[in-house]
């Protein structure tokens, strides 16, 4: 089974001069494997195409993709957008009393699955000219799980309620003050539980579109938890959101079971998705092409499968090389060689915020983590660093020091297309073959090269500003969430990519993360952020690791093992043995 897939975006097929047409062998035969379609875009047809790649590899713009696939699929085949667009082979089925949790990629699939569970999108069984009816999507599934989900589903009534994944969009869409539009939804009766679960009391009165990213987001979970309806599904419900709060939503979630709902999650967060999840779907495929979705494993296995890239019941390898974490020993210090950036006491004030950073240094070669809540100063401390603002007392004792830095909202500050973006910021060094191989190709920015910056989608703008702070030459590189849209595998090579340059160049890196799993693969040393949001904020000295992983997680109650074959952090649950020993003898962090 062959399919192909054209990006209409990179398609520009006046100014390549049809390369794809021409060099076609099918043109010689006097067919039409490759057409130009009514919108000027090329268009590949599936049954003439020989499946040769000559079209992949001639387009100058990366606009193609010919994709041999095994024709059991066939028989999987859920969704198709249009001819030459992206599959979706497989669904998940959910279950009463069980949070399942899908892994993948970014554009892998997960979103459209949860529009398929909700109802929203109605599958097509891959037939996108003569899509099938309800009855007949219903008796396709005869006699699997899926059928009963779907006779529920188009049939019988069952309410599904979803949580989208854009939480920036609902201002759009959902209009008035946060209480008004909460008490509109509750129909289980429970807004006062989860207002103080996830902190929003103090938002009732304010109006949707002057929200933060994080305060939508936890206003959006609770809309949707309050509805009441059989099945949930929430949409990366820890993006914009601190540790903190991603683990009470979590717990917020999984609180649903026992109502006997049926729960289904996607979410980039490892940490969270190990806490939050009894079963996992991992989605494997190739991005903006297709994707299919493995068979159920549990928690542990489907994510350690996801890391080692090898899906053992299916036979299935989607990725060459594991992820691995290394157990990092304690640092013997920070900065014990030769400090590059030193500070006093900091304080900074505004109207109703006050801020303190006690006095701190940092060597060269350090990876320095900054973790703590939403709104107590983290990214002042960092806009101090960089420049961008001035302490009210105190200073920055660091010489003639260049600092490069990425700011937290990137809306507005980048302009051009990206090689333009990248090469202003790299100069010479664009053309060299170690900046390719260390920023370019790691941070998989090549494919978007021709791309304007205005048309990138979140993910992709992460990366390009990421990308555009790390080819400055810069003393201090100083990155503000920088694993915000991305997912699990982004996230890590932005973190082996820091950590590279960083140590490769002799330089020091700052960054702001809440993603603990990240944190802990890219940090040597922390910096712990403590106090009342919106109110006061106290940022400690920078720290060994785990002196500062056990102060961070001791202040949230909660502890972390690590997985006995991959390594990665594991949140234990509430209670369990594990959790109970670790907080008797203080090792909140395990090494």
């Known amino acids: 089974m062959r399919i192909a897939v054209v990006d209409k975006e990179r398609c520009r097929p006046e100014k390549c001069d049809l390369v794809c047409i021409k060099f076609c062998p099918m043109v010689r035969t006097r067919k039409e494997a490759i057409r130009l379609g009514d919108d000027g875009k090329a268009y590949v047809s599936e049954l003439l195409c020989s499946g040769c790649g000559i079209c992949v590899r001639k387009c100058p713009y990366d606009a193609l993709r010919i994709v041999n696939l095994p024709d059991e699929l066939e028989s999987d085949h859920i969704h198709r957008f249009g001819p030459n667009q992206f599959t979706l082979y497989r669904l998940p089925v959910p279950r009463a009393d069980t949070v399942i949790g899908l892994l993948g990629r970014n554009a892998i699939g997960k979103s459209t699955v949860l529009n398929i569970l909700s109802g929203n999108l109605i599958p097509n069984l891959g037939n996108h000219v003569d899509p099938p009816t309800k009855e007949e999507i219903v008796e396709r599934f005869s006699g699997l799980l899926l059928h009963d989900y779907f006779e529920n589903l188009y049939e019988n009534g069952s309410k599904v309620v979803y949580k989208p994944q854009y939480v920036d969009q609902i201002p759009k869409v959902v209009e008035g003050r946060v209480g008004e539009v909460l008490e509109a939804r509750d129909e289980r009766g429970v807004i006062d539980e989860l207002s103080e679960a996830l902190e929003i009391g103090h938002l009732f009165d304010r109006e949707l579109d002057i929200l933060s990213g994080g305060e939508l987001q936890r206003v959006a979970i609770a809309a949707t938890i309050s509805r009441d309806a059989e099945t949930y599904l929430l949409d990366e419900p820890s993006s914009h ?351």
């Open 241 to 591: 959101l601190d540790i903190y709060q991603r683990i009470r939503v979590a717990q917020v979630i999984r609180g649903l079971l026992a109502h006997g709902k049926n729960v289904v999650v996607a979410e980039h967060d490892l940490a969270v998705l190990d806490y939050l999840s009894d079963d996992i779907f991992v989605l494997y495929g190739e991005p903006n092409v297709y994707g299919i979705v493995s068979n159920v494993h549990g928690v542990r296995e489907g994510i350690n499968i996801y890391i080692n890239g090898y899906i053992p019941d299916e036979n299935v390898r989607f990725r060459d090389q594991p992820i691995i974490f290394h157990v990092k020993p304690p640092t013997s210090g920070t900065g014990r060689s030769r400090p590059l950036i030193e500070w006093t006491q900091l304080q900074k004030a505004y109207d109703e915020f006050s801020l303190t950073i006690e006095a701190g240094h940092i060597g060269v070669g350090e990876v320095v983590g900054i973790l703590g809540k939403n709104g107590i100063g983290k990214t002042t401390f960092v806009r101090i660093l960089a420049g961008v603002e001035s302490a009210d007392e105190g200073a920055i004792l660091a010489g003639e020091v260049r600092v490069s830095y990425k700011p937290q909202y990137l809306s507005g500050t980048i302009e051009g297309n990206v090689e333009e973006v990248l090469r202003r910021a790299a100069g010479e060094k664009f053309l060299e073959s170690w900046f390719s191989a260390e920023v370019i190709e790691p941070l998989h920015v090549r494919h978007m090269l021709e791309k304007e910056v205005d048309v990138l989608s979140g993910g992709e703008l992460q990366r390009v500003a990421i990308a555009e702070c790390l080819s400055r030459d810069a003393d201090i590189y100083l990155l503000d969430e920088p694993s915000a849209y991305l997912d699990v595998e982004e996230r890590l090579a932005v973190a082996r990519a820091i950590r590279r340059i960083t140590k490769m160049n002799g330089v020091t890196a700052f960054v702001v993360e809440h993603d603990i799993v990240a944190q802990d693969f890219i940090a040597d040393s922390l910096m712990v952020f403590h106090g009342e949001a919106g109110r006061t904020g106290y940022g400690g000295t920078p720290m060994k690791l785990e002196e500062g992983m056990n102060t961070f997680l001791r202040d949230m109650d909660i502890t972390f093992r690590r997985d006995g074959d991959t390594k990665r952090p594991r949140v234990n649950k509430e209670a369990s043995r594990l959790d109970k020993e670790q907080k008797r003898t203080g090792r909140y962090y395990y090494v």
